[in-house]
């Protein structure tokens, strides 16, 4: 069946360090979501991508979406403390109008003070 | 805005007891989702509706677990009976009905089963 891979599953960097997690799916993708989950809370919604070799950005934050519509990276620079959390692709196959997401396993940045 | 409401908010219960899990989405939704969230697997979609009706439930575990949506603005999963391996937080989300649409999530139903 169609499955979505991110890695890493776990990411500890130093405060000031970059973070990246990537999300890899073998057939082509619709749209990609990226949702943030603090601990203890619930995912929130990020953005969307939908355009081959889109790039979005907010704030320290940078999303791309593969030419190949089969990947993306979030990308977040110089981490701070606020940015503790797991971080999830959610994903959608079929442009048909039936909203069904697919969400990675997630990664879970710990970012050290 | 009140957001997608789920109660309750944690829930202990014995193994074989029948467990009911409520949520209420946000006004003018018309597509509403139920997702078990675990550390071995993650977030998994369990079951979702569009305009109230079944569209998806593959991931249903088994016949132990049913989902209803009655009308536009309530929802339940219920578990029965209940076993320790279903201990896990589910999470109600709603959206607009379009894949463009994001996913507003509850604040989840911790769920332990002893």
């Known amino acids: 069946g169609q499955q979505v891979m991110q890695i890493p599953q776990y990411q500890h960097v130093q405060e000031g360090e970059d973070f990246t997690t990537y999300c890899n799916s073998s057939t082509t993708l619709s749209n990609i979501q990226w949702y943030k989950q603090r601990p203890g809370g619930h995912p929130v919604f990020l953005i969307q991508?939908?355009?081959?070799?889109e790039v979005k950005k907010q704030k320290r934050l940078t999303f791309q979406f593969g030419e190949a519509k089969k990947n993306s990276s979030l990308h977040i620079t110089a981490t701070q403390t606020t940015d503790v959390g797991t971080y999830f692709c959610a994903v959608s196959w079929s442009s048909s109008n039936t909203g069904k997401l697919i969400f990675g396993q997630g990664t879970t940045l710990q970012v050290k003070p | 805005d009140a957001g997608v409401i789920q109660s309750p908010r944690h829930e202990v219960t014995e193994m074989g007891q029948e467990v009911t899990l409520r949520c209420k989405p946000i006004s003018g939704h018309n597509s509403l989702f139920w997702y078990r969230q675990t550390m071995m697997r993650g977030l998994e979609l369990l079951i979702y509706f569009n305009n109230n009706v079944p569209i998806d439930d593959s991931g249903m575990p088994e016949d132990r677990f049913s989902a209803k949506m009655p009308n536009a603005s309530f929802s339940t999963l219920k578990i029965q009976p209940s076993e320790p391996r279903d201990s896990a937080v589910y999470f109600c989300a709603s959206t607009s009905g379009n894949t463009l649409s994001p996913l507003h999530f509850g604040n989840g139903t911790r769920l332990t089963v002893t």
């Open positions: 991508l939908v355009k081959s070799g």
